[in-house]
């Protein structure tokens, strides 16, 4: 596989460590009331799609940025790329 | 008090008498030659095809090993006959026909290792137990070790093993030499100390335990449903009540999932979320050599296992790909680091030519460990999570879900393989990598 890196470009999914469902930037509030049900599904629970699948991969042999790569888990094609700062940031994350 | 006495798998003698009371033919000796001398036109088929029926009492979504071997046990043991095997496609297509046939019972914590020495010694006795030639042949898995900390943790392994009432043995490095003269003992990375030995480990014909154990649970009134997918559960006020599938509703009292690779996907159906995701990993074998290897060798350091096939192929794996897929096939990184691994430690392996390579998809489930348990939906059970340990936990598998099944307790082996573990923090994680399936 080659994973289309926002900033260096086409780069072999071998330079990546993979992590999993992209879903983990989305970290529960540990304030809430049901923290600890929160916690359980986001430390445990998958949807394990097949099909498109939004998950994150870290540049290690590279400029060790994280990434959201989507990729279809039945061909293993990727459709888009890019930096998870970005994606989080997006997604109301404040780092 | 042997494992078989303490966990009340049944006398030998009432096994005997229930023994195959069908119409199938009895395999022997005696039938080889009568047929061979009548142009062998009076073989029958090994199990029906029938159509489903309306009701079962147990509904078994999967016709995979862990799926043929609870219909096989539910039948024989339990004492069911109202049973149903749904596979999708034909059956044993899933992971019984694509893994690398290795048994043992080489584990550690408690709520794995005594689980696994059943399964072994339900794989001693299964051929004479379903009448069925499965080429079970206990030649040996040796882990080599590297560094006297590796020896030490297998020292304490051993010593886990013995006290489940398994089999382990630990050789030193002039042993191996004498014993293995083809292995790289002077590795500058690894060099080669010493290995833990399971003398009772070996490996099995795969195709064979899906087909005995098919045949074996079509006698007994099974009725195994090729070519039916289960497209969705009927569930009304928490009760599940049958499921939908491409030969229509069928009903049942109880609907038992076994799909592993595919878990994810047939739960969602029951809008269930599990603590699974699917990974390949992928197998290699060569041509045809002459017996070279004894038994099956891991070197776990290198990511790297082999074993010779008795047709003679070198059959050897290593790390699964570590991404979450669906396709039966991976990719050259993991190719290129399997090879390596072959030939750090075995470097004569670099004459043999690959024949074939494939993949299989696996449950990898977030300790490492397998779920066989009920669901939060009354009827609904579920069998899954066998990362890339399935095919030794075929039988064990099966007689547990089996008796989960006909007596909605678990089995005293399997009574930890819960899938509530996470939430109350009793998880099964032998190597100790965490919540991440990737690195089990």
Known sequence: ?95 | MTILEKYSYPNPETLKKQHLKGAIMRYSAFEILKQGLSGNKGWKPVWREPEPKAEYDVIIVGGGGHGLSTAYYLSKVFGMRNIAVLEKGWLGSGNIGRNTTIIRSNYMMPGNQPFYEFSLKLWEGLEQDFNYNAMVSQRSILNLFHSDPQRDAFVRRANAMILSGADAELADEAQLRRELPFLDFDNARFPIKGGLYQRRGGTVRHDAVAWGYARGADSRGVDIIQNCEVTGFDIENGVCTGVQSSKGRIRAKKVAVCVAGSSSRVMSLAGMRLPIESHVLQAFVTEGLKPTLPGVITFGAGHFYVSQSDKGGLVFGGDIDGYNTYAQRGNLPVVEDVAEGGMAIMPMIGRARLLRSWGGVMDMSMDGSPFIDKTHIDGLYFNGGWCYGGFKATPASGYCYAHLLANDTPHPVAKEMRLDRFKRGHIIDEKGQGNQPNLH
């Open chain 1, 1 to 95: 596989m080659i994973i289309n890196h926002p900033l260096l470009g086409p780069r072999d999914a071998a330079e990546f460590v993979y992590l999993g469902d992209a879903a983990l930037i989305d970290r529960p509030d540990p304030e809430a009331e049901n923290a600890d049900e929160k916690f359980y599904e986001y430390g445990y629970l998958r949807d394990n799609p097949a099909g498109e699948h939004q998950e994150l991969w870290y540049h290690e042999q590279g400029d060790r940025s994280w990434l959201v790569v989507t990729r279809d888990t039945l061909t293993h094609e990727i459709t888009s790329v890019k930096l998870a700062r970005d994606e989080a940031k997006k997604r109301g994350r404040d780092k």
